[in-house]
């Protein structure tokens, strides 16, 4: 059973940069296309980003131009690149198969990002 662990999130000033790490134990990925969502305070989560195993990507409109998601298959990691955030980038942020079904998700990691 896959388990999920996102890390690399913190406070940072509008502008600044992130690149968070969410890394699988207990199995692997596969081929399976991967996520990164986001949540935040009295809001439903969305979708930020996806990659296929084989790279092709996809963003929200909210982030093009300013995250890069990436993998590692060999590592069983996806990666979120976050540059010139914002305030409103403030959320827990999850990763996760883009698709039905799921795995487990894991505890998220948080993103704040002062004015």
């Known amino acids: 059973q896959v388990q999920l662990v996102e890390s690399g999130g913190g406070l940072v000033q509008a502008g600044g940069s992130l690149r968070l790490s969410c890394a699988a134990s207990?199995?692997?990925?596969?081929?399976?296309?991967m996520a990164w969502y986001r949540q935040a305070p009295g809001k439903q989560r969305e979708l930020v980003a996806d990659?296929?195993?084989?790279?092709?990507?996809n963003y929200a409109d909210s982030v093009k131009g300013r995250f890069t998601i990436s993998r590692d298959n060999a590592k069983n990691t996806v990666y979120l690149q976050m540059n010139a955030l914002k305030p409103e980038d403030t959320a827990v942020y999850y990763c996760?198969?883009?698709?039905?079904?799921?795995?487990?998700w894991g505890q998220g990691t948080q993103v704040t990002v002062s004015s």
């Open positions: 996760n198969a883009r698709r039905a079904p799921p795995f487990n």
């Open positions: 207990g199995s692997s990925f596969g081929a399976r296309t």
């Open positions: 990659i296929t195993y084989y790279g092709t990507t």
